[in-house]
C-alpha cells in the first residue's frame, strides 16, 4: 500500500459539516406492515434499526443536497462563491416521482443553486463509499496545492426502493430485503487546507475489490409497478466487506506505526447492528486481542437506518450533538460499500464537535488562489483503446466483434488500449469510468467496480496491486473531468497508471428528437510521462451560463419498461459553442500560452453547422479545429468524442512531438472545458 501520512498543516481539515433530514418519520413496524407479503422477520432486532427519516413527499435527491450544503456552509466563514471544488456523490438522481435525472450532472445543478459560480464541479459515483470517494479526490487536490477548498455533498432519496420491495419481497430469504433498511438523508462536508494546529485528516485510503461485484446490484426493477429495486446477498456481502475492510485498515494502520487502540471513536458505514458487532470481533480477532470496544463505536442505526453515502458525515454530526465525540478526539472512519469498495480515513477532531454543538461559526478564512501555470510533471496518453459495432473511421480502428452491451464495450476498448499500451490490468491501479449511459441502467455499484471484477483488475489483500474504481458523470465533459481527476491524483502520487474508460448505450426513447449517442466505448491509459515533456500541461473549466431545466436527459418507467427520455442536443450544443473559444483564451492565458502555439484544437460533438460557423469565426484556431471521424448515422459520440479525436490527431500526422494540442469538451449542462496536452 502506498501510505501518505500528512504532516500537521499539509493534509485537510473538515471546517464544517451540514446535514439535512426529512420531517417524516417511520419506523420499521409501519415498514414491515406495509409489505404485501406477511413477513415473521425480526428486522429491528436484527438491524438495530427502529425508524428512519422519509423523503419523496416534497422533497427528493437533489433537494437533501441542497439543504444540507447550505446548512454546512452556515457554520464557516468560506463562503460558497470561495469554494474551488464541488463534488456531488450521491447514488440517488431521483428529483420528482417520476424520474431520475441522467442530465446535466447533479453537481451541475447544485452549483447553479448554491451559487458556486468558481466551483470545478462534477458527480462521482461509488456506491456507498461515494462520500468518501469525494473526500479522497478532494484531499489529494488539497495536499497537492491545486486547490484550497472543496464542498463534498450528497442527497440520498433512497426510500423509495424500500416502497418497490414492499410490493415484490416473497419471503425473508428475499433478496430485496435490504431495501426495507434504508432512510434518506441530506449531507455535506466542507473541506479545506489544514493550519498549523492538529485537526485533520492523517490519511484517506480506498481499495475496490471488484470480483464481489454482484453482491449488491441496484437498479430500476422489470415488473409493471416500475421503481427501483436492489438486490443483495447481504451475508455474502456482509462476510467480504468486512474481511476486505479490516484487513485495509490493519495494513493502514501497520504502515502507520499505528494500532487501533491509538483510536478514541469508531465510525463504521451504517448497515446494521449486526453487521458492525461482526466487525468489531473480526478486528479484535486479526488484531489479536481487545483493541476495539464496542462502546467506543458510533452506532446511529436505531434512528437515522442505512443512509447510504451519507452515514458517516450524519454519524459524526449525530455523535457531536450528543456528546459520544468531543474535541481532540482521534476518529477512525471504516468505509465498506457494493462493488466491493472499502477504505480507512484517520482524522484528529478539532474544534468541529463544538461548532456542532453551539451552532457557532468556523473563523478559517478561504485560503488564497494559487497562480495557474503549466504542470512541470505532464501525464501522458500513453494509448488509447477504441470499440464500437461500427468503429470510428480513422488510423487503426479498433477490431471489435461488435458489442452491444455496456461491459462487452468496456472490455473491448480496455483490452485493445492495454494491448496497446503493453500493460496487464494488473498494472492499473486506478479506474474511472465516464460514461453517463449503461446496459440495464444500473445505479449500483459503481460501473468502474464491476468493470474492474469483469476484467480483471483487482484490489484485494490477495492481489499483487492496489486498485481504487470509480464513475465520475458530467454528461459529455465527464471525460475531461476524468482525465484531470486521474492526472491529479497521478501527480499527487495516489495513482501509478489510470484507465479512463468512457461507454455509452442509450436505451432511448422511440422517436426522440436530434441526433442519438452513439453504442461506443473509449479507454485512455495515463501516465506521468518520464522524459517530463509531453502529455496534458493543464485544465480549465466553468459554467458559461444557467442550464435549462427543460434540456437534459431522464430515466423515465412505463409499465415494467424503462428508458431515456432526451431533448435534442443539438440545441444546447449551438449554445456552448459560441463560449469555446472564450475558455479556450482563458486556459491559454492561464498558462501563458499564444494561440498560434496551438497546432490543432479537438472539440467535442457539434453539429455540423455549428462546426463550420465555428471554423470560420473563431480567429486564429478556427482552422486548426479537428474534424472528428463521424460515427454510425450521425450520432453523437459523447463521452468518446474527445479520445477518438485526441487519437486521430495523434496518429494522422496533423502534429509532431512537442506540438501543442487544445482538447475541448462540453456539456448539456452549459459547461466548457479545455486541456493543453503537449504531443
Known amino acids: 500500500m502506498n501510505i501518505q501520512v500528512a504532516p500537521a498543516g499539509t493534509g485537510s481539515v473538515i471546517d464544517s459539516i451540514g446535514v439535512a433530514l426529512p420531517d417524516r418519520v417511520m419506523t420499521t413496524r409501519e415498514v414491515l406492515d406495509g409489505c404485501r407479503s406477511r413477513l415473521a422477520l425480526p428486522l429491528e432486532q436484527t438491524t438495530g434499526i427502529a425508524s428512519r427519516r422519509v423523503a419523496g413527499d416534497v422533497e427528493y435527491a437533489l433537494d437533501l443536497a441542497t439543504r444540507a450544503a447550505q446548512d454546512c456552509v452556515s457554520r464557516s466563514s468560506i463562503g460558497l462563491a470561495d469554494v474551488d471544488l464541488l463534488i456531488s456523490a450521491s447514488i440517488s438522481r431521483v428529483d420528482s416521482p417520476e424520474r431520475s435525472t441522467y442530465e446535466p450532472s447533479a453537481a451541475t445543478q447544485l452549483r447553479h443553486r448554491l451559487g458556486c459560480d468558481r466551483a470545478w464541479a462534477f458527480d462521482v459515483t461509488n456506491a456507498c463509499a461515494g462520500q468518501f470517494t469525494g473526500i479522497y479526490v478532494a484531499d489529494a487536490l488539497i495536499r497537492a496545492g491545486e486547490i484550497g477548498s472543496a464542498l463534498i455533498v450528497s442527497g440520498e432519496y433512497i426510500s423509495h426502493l424500500m416502497r418497490t420491495a414492499q410490493l415484490e419481497i416473497v419471503d425473508e430469504l428475499d433478496a430485496r430485503i435490504a431495501c426495507l433498511t434504508l432512510g434518506d438523508a441530506g449531507a455535506a462536508v466542507l473541506l479545506t487546507r489544514a493550519d498549523d494546529g492538529p485537526g485533520g485528516f492523517e490519511y484517506i485510503g480506498l481499495r475496490t475489490v471488484g470480483r464481489y461485484h454482484n453482491l449488491c446490484v441496484a437498479g430500476p426493477t422489470d415488473q409493471p409497478h416500475g421503481g427501483v429495486i436492489m438486490k443483495t446477498d447481504m451475508m455474502g456481502l456482509a462476510a467480504a466487506g468486512i474481511r476486505e475492510m479490516v484487513a485495509h485498515t490493519q495494513q493502514a494502520l501497520g504502515a502507520m506505526g499505528l494500532s487501533p487502540r491509538d483510536f478514541d471513536r469508531f465510525i463504521p458505514h451504517q448497515t446494521s447492528t449486526l453487521a458492525i458487532q461482526a466487525a468489531v470481533r473480526r478486528t479484535n480477532k486479526v488484531f489479536g486481542g481487545v483493541v476495539v470496544d464496542e462502546r467506543d463505536v458510533i452506532n446511529n442505526l436505531s434512528r437515522r437506518g442505512n443512509t447510504a453515502t451519507t452515514t458517516h458525515p450524519v454519524a459524526l454530526r449525530d455523535a457531536s450533538l450528543d456528546g459520544r465525540i468531543r474535541t481532540g478526539d482521534r476518529v477512525l472512519f471504516e468505509v465498506a460499500a457494493s462493488g466491493v469498495n472499502v477504505g480507512t480515513a484517520a482524522y484528529r477532531l478539532d474544534g468541529l464537535p463544538d461548532r456542532l454543538a453551539r451552532g457557532t461559526r468556523s473563523l478559517r478564512a478561504a485560503p488564497p488562489r494559487r497562480r495557474p501555470a503549466p504542470w512541470p510533471d505532464p501525464v501522458r496518453a500513453v494509448a488509447i483503446g477504441l470499440a464500437g459495432p461500427e468503429p470510428a473511421a480513422g488510423p487503426e480502428p479498433a477490431a471489435a466483434a461488435e458489442p452491444v452491451t455496456t461491459f462487452q464495450l468496456i472490455r473491448a476498448a480496455t483490452d485493445d488500449c492495454l494491448r496497446r499500451a503493453g500493460v496487464r490490468a494488473s498494472g492499473v491501479d486506478l479506474l474511472i469510468h465516464v460514461g453517463v449511459y449503461r446496459t440495464g441502467m444500473i445505479a449500483e455499484p459503481a460501473i468502474a467496480a464491476i468493470a474492474a471484477g469483469e ?87 466553468r459554467s458559461v451560463a444557467t442550464p435549462d431545466s427543460d434540456r437534459g436527459a431522464w430515466v423515465m418507467q412505463d409499465g415494467g419498461h424503462s428508458f431515456i427520455r432526451a431533448t435534442d442536443r443539438s440545441e444546447p450544443a449551438a449554445a456552448y459553442a459560441e463560449h469555446l473559444p472564450v475558455v479556450v483564451a482563458e486556459l491559454l492565458e492561464r498558462l501563458r500560452v499564444r494561440p498560434d502555439a496551438i497546432r490543432a484544437v479537438v472539440p467535442p460533438w457539434l453539429p455540423p453547422s455549428v462546426e463550420r460557423r465555428l471554423r470560420d469565426t473563431w480567429p486564429v484556431l478556427g482552422p486548426r479545429l479537428v474534424t472528428l471521424p463521424s460515427a454510425s448515422n450521425g450520432t453523437d459520440l459523447f463521452t468518446s468524442a474527445l479520445p477518438v479525436g485526441l487519437r486521430a490527431v495523434s496518429a494522422g500526422g496533423e502534429v509532431s512531438p512537442g506540438d501543442l494540442v487544445v482538447v475541448v469538451g462540453a456539456s448539456t449542462g452549459m459547461e466548457v472545458g479545455a486541456a493543453l496536452y503537449r504531443i
Open 455 to 541: 476484467l480483471g483488475f483487482d484490489g484485494s489483500t490477495a492481489a499483487a496491486g492496489e486498485l481504487l474504481a470509480f464513475d465520475v458523470t458530467n454528461g459529455a465533459l465527464g471525460t475531461l473531468d476524468g482525465w484531470r481527476i486521474a492526472a491529479e491524483l497521478i501527480r499527487a502520487g495516489k495513482a501509478d497508471t489510470a484507465v479512463v474508460v468512457a461507454s455509452e448505450v442509450e436505451q432511448r426513447e422511440p422517436g426522440a428528437a436530434g441526433p442519438a449517442v452513439a453504442r461506443y466505448a473509449s479507454a485512455v491509459l495515463l501516465r506521468l510521462d518520464p522524459d517530463r515533456v509531453s502529455g496534458f500541461l493543464g485544465f480549465h473549466s
